[in-house]
């Protein structure tokens, strides 16, 4: 064998090995992250509805890949960024060759591949299979409901192709649009998730500031709140004397009037309830309960705040350089330079900032009251409720990379086809989403603080005199829902 033709055959070798190395570690992520979805969604639903003979392992498999594929596209952007920063701080370590551009490329293709075969196959054929009963005459079994799905999302999917292919047709109205019309795998399906991310972009534009916000109440219903000037064994005692009568000692109550049975079980579940929450600040130390509560809110006062100058820079950015749009990538130059000015620290504070904008906004969606029904609960989460959280939890993860470009939070490139969206290039759409996202986050904080403000001020304040010298009563408790978050917060 010639020199030129033993080279040419090692060379192939190398590129056969390092694509088999790619394929098994792309595996094994994945089915870890396959593994612990599954272990979500089984403590979430509903027992019933896995009984034999209701096809309960296809619907889970389908909501398992589905959910492990929402994690694979949050993880996808700090993962990008950590091994950007790993390389850069050991370009020749043998232990890390692995860890390489092509991996990382190929990562983004193939969450961006499953995240359509989710959207556009997988979702829809879950849901038509948990409300299909099979053809009439045809014997009930499952092929029965299967050979049904089947044939609706058939349909379904030739009525979503024919009006992508109308709007495609109205707004690119050119023989260079037309012709691209008829190529399924490069045009529809990109330009179809092309939409669905906008979609979630802009959901993530309005849950966003309002989980930032909402934030604060989570975690002061999570931690001990300290309270000065404050006797808990006595407000104990008296809980626990209140829950031993049965009804709450109001001295506006008299022993004489017929009383609703209803509302006095609802009093009682409050009087247990303040009572749990009175053991639970009893029992916490000293330190966790004057140093934790505030650390943790000004570490979230400190991670918003950080956001929103970065967004702010990242406007001035936009007027002033047309490098800060952002744009696609074919390649990931990893090793090269570091995506933040500050080096590592940078890159962190990247990651961390990922992650917390992601929470907020589950936590932002979650408290809205447009899907405030689809909380799951533990062990009695139905079905259609569960294709819902995944779906939802879908197009909010797989327009994480997209968002947190668009506002300036990373430097790093979009990869792959999550790059081809048309109106990631679009200056006036980039631009008013950075202003929005920044004034809606500011008036939430705003909105936030005023209320906290004005409660601890109510709370403060002694009583006003009234008509004939007497005292008035103490405040009425917050009846508003933003009050009583105000209420719960505290952080002021």
Same mark, same amino acid.
């Given at each position: ?201 802009? #959901? !993530?534009? %309005?849950?966003?500031?309002?989980? $930032?916000?909402?934030? +604060?109440? @989570?975690?002061?219903? *999570? =931690? ?75 570490? #979230? !006062?400190? %991670?918003?705040?950080?956001?929103? $100058?970065?967004?702010? +820079?990242? @406007?001035?950015?936009? *007027? =002033? ?78 327009? %994480? ?92």
């Amino acid at each position: 064998m010639a020199p030129v033709e033993h080279d040419a055959l090692a060379v192939r070798e190398q590129l056969f090995h390092e694509r088999v190395r790619e394929c098994i570690i792309c595996a094994l992520l994945f089915a870890s992250l396959y593994i612990l979805c599954h272990f979500i969604i089984t403590h979430f639903k509903k027992q019933t509805d896995f009984a034999a003979g209701r096809g309960g392992s296809i619907w889970l498999g389908m909501c398992t890949f589905t959910l492990a594929v929402a994690l694979g596209a949050v993880l996808l952007l700090p993962f990008s960024i950590i091994s950007n920063e790993v390389l850069l701080s050991f370009p020749h370590n043998y232990y890390i060759q692995w860890l390489n551009g092509s991996l990382i490329h190929g990562l983004w293709n193939l969450v961006f591949l499953f995240s359509n075969m989710s959207l556009v196959f997988l979702m829809p054929f879950a849901y038509f299979f948990t409300e299909s009963e099979g053809f009439a005459g045809s014997k009930k079994g499952i092929m029965a409901r299967v050979y049904e799905t089947s044939v609706v999302l058939l349909l379904l999917t030739l009525l979503v192709l024919g009006m992508v292919w109308v709007a495609s047709a109205i707004v690119g109205n050119n023989a260079a649009s037309r012709q691209s019309l008829y190529d399924l795998w490069e045009y529809y399906l990109p330009y179809l998730y092309s939409c669905i991310s906008l979609f979630g972009v802009l #959901l !993530l534009l %309005l849950c966003t500031p309002f989980g $930032l916000s909402t934030m +604060f109440t @989570v975690t002061g219903k *999570l =931690l001990v709140k300290p309270r000065l000037l404050e006797d808990l064994d006595e407000q104990l005692s008296c809980t626990r004397f209140e829950e031993a009568a049965g009804v709450p000692q109001d001295r506006k109550t008299s022993c004489w009037l017929n009383l609703n049975v209803g509302l006095l079980r609802e009093q009682l579940l409050a009087i247990q309830s303040k009572r749990r929450k009175l053991e639970r600040r009893h029992r916490a130390s000293p330190w966790q309960r004057n140093l934790g509560y505030p650390l943790a809110m000004l570490g #979230l !006062l400190a %991670l918003t705040g950080i956001s929103v $100058l970065i967004v702010c +820079f990242h @406007v001035l950015e936009l *007027l =002033l350089d047309d490098a800060a749009m952002p744009r696609g990538i074919q390649d990931a130059p990893l090793g090269q330079v570091s995506f933040s000015i500050f080096g590592t620290f940078g890159a962190a504070l990247q990651v961390v900032l990922i992650f917390y904008l992601m929470l907020s906004s589950v936590v932002g969606f979650y408290s809205s009251p447009l899907f405030t029904r689809l909380l799951p609960e533990r062990q009695d989460t139905p079905l259609t409720k569960i294709i819902g959280n995944c779906v939802s939890l879908l197009v909010l993860s797989s327009a %994480l990379p997209v968002f947190s470009r668009t506002l300036g939070i990373t430097r790093f490139d979009l990869l792959g086809d999550f790059g081809r969206f048309n109106w990631l290039g679009n200056f006036y759409i980039v631009f008013l989403y950075n202003m929005g996202f920044a004034a809606l986050t500011t008036l939430c904080l705003v909105k936030k603080v005023t209320w906290a403000v004005q409660e601890e001020l109510l709370r403060a304040a002694p009583p006003l005199p009234v008509d004939g010298g007497a005292l008035a009563p103490p405040s009425t408790p917050p009846r508003t829902r933003a009050e009583q978050e105000a209420q719960e917060t505290g952080f002021i």
